[in-house]
């Protein structure tokens, strides 16, 4: 195992606390039925209600498979631009916008529930906490917003797919990371960039240290406890190590398994949720320290047998 197992685990434990948020936002978004009375003869009958995604972010009633493979080929295409020639400030302002609009979203989907003009008090809420992310950013801060940055996100693409699209974009996703982080490096040097050039990371980050330099830390606080340190003890840096789990990991399974719950309800989503969750415990199990690997093909292989005990039951 490539980390302790309070870490593994508390990653694991972020995972899945994301997953279910993200049902929940996504959900929040599908037409609802409400029963009414027809004036006209009495009759009870069914009218369907509309729950729109905020800022006038509308999505086709249709699944608009080839549009959501386009998006996510530019996306990357454009970081891959911006990081080749080191546009820092841009790459901040993207974050920053995309921070606003997902957090905005889940955040609208809670309280659109209990006041009238929730959109607007969303991004207020949103504002200050995707600033102090992107430009003032801490640990803390950092993997809280995390927790719904991501469901935000997939509530814009859950409507535009269906089952067999999921599928298909699982199989290319999974097929792009194999080759991302073991044949090319493409995943690594970008997750380098992202932390040390911006400071920022896309999903999870848990630092540690090991219980060496823990005791070395304590000692410098007791000895120079009511006096000043010396520059190079204070200025000494200590070995730190970083547990991530990149946001692609995370959103992928909240979109297969929100396009679940739209089409099959909420036990084929959770199928679907503890799959993702068994192929991802099983791959942080595996893992050798030193090495890097692809988390979508474990992710993936998870979902599909989660798929598979939906058809089977």
Do not use: C
């Amino acid at each position: 195992m490539k980390h302790k197992l309070s870490i593994t685990l508390l990653l694991i434990g972020m995972f899945l606390l994301t997953q279910f948020v993200g049902l929940f936002v996504v959900s929040s978004y599908f037409p609802t039925t409400q029963k009414i009375v027809d004036p006209a003869d009495g009759t009870m009958r069914e009218i369907e209600i509309e729950n729109p995604l905020p800022f006038g972010l509308e999505t086709s009633d249709s699944p608009n498979f080839l549009s959501i493979i386009f998006s996510f080929v530019l996306a990357f295409a454009l970081i891959f631009f911006l990081m080749k020639y080191k546009w820092k400030t841009v790459i901040r302002i993207w974050f920053f916008l995309v921070v606003i609009i997902a957090l905005s979203i889940s955040a609208n989907a809670v309280l659109k529930n209990f006041i009238v003009s929730a959109s607007i008090v969303s991004v207020i809420i949103a504002l200050p906490l995707a600033f102090f992310k992107i430009f003032k950013p801490n640990v803390v801060l950092h993997n809280l917003t995390e927790l719904f940055i991501y469901p935000g996100i997939a509530a814009v693409f859950v409507a535009l797919l269906n089952p067999f699209s999921v599928v298909v974009i699982l199989i290319l996703i999974s097929i792009y990371d194999m080759w991302a982080v073991w044949k090319v490096g493409i995943m690594q040097k970008m997750a380098k960039f992202q932390m040390e050039e911006l400071k920022l990371f896309g999903g999870f980050l848990i630092p540690s240290v090991s219980k060496k330099v823990k005791l070395q830390i304590k000692n410098i606080k007791q000895k120079y406890r009511n006096k000043k340190a010396p520059k190079k003890i204070s200025n000494k840096k200590y070995k730190i190590n970083l547990a991530i789990l990149g946001g692609g990991d995370i959103i992928f399974p909240i979109i297969a398994s929100g396009v679940f719950l739209k089409f099959y309800g909420i036990l084929p989503a959770l199928f679907v949720t503890f799959g993702a969750l068994a192929g991802l415990t099983y791959l942080f199990f595996i893992t050798e320290k030193g090495k890097s690997y692809p988390a979508m093909p474990y992710i993936s292989a998870g979902i599909f047998v989660g798929m598979l005990f939906v058809l089977v039951l």
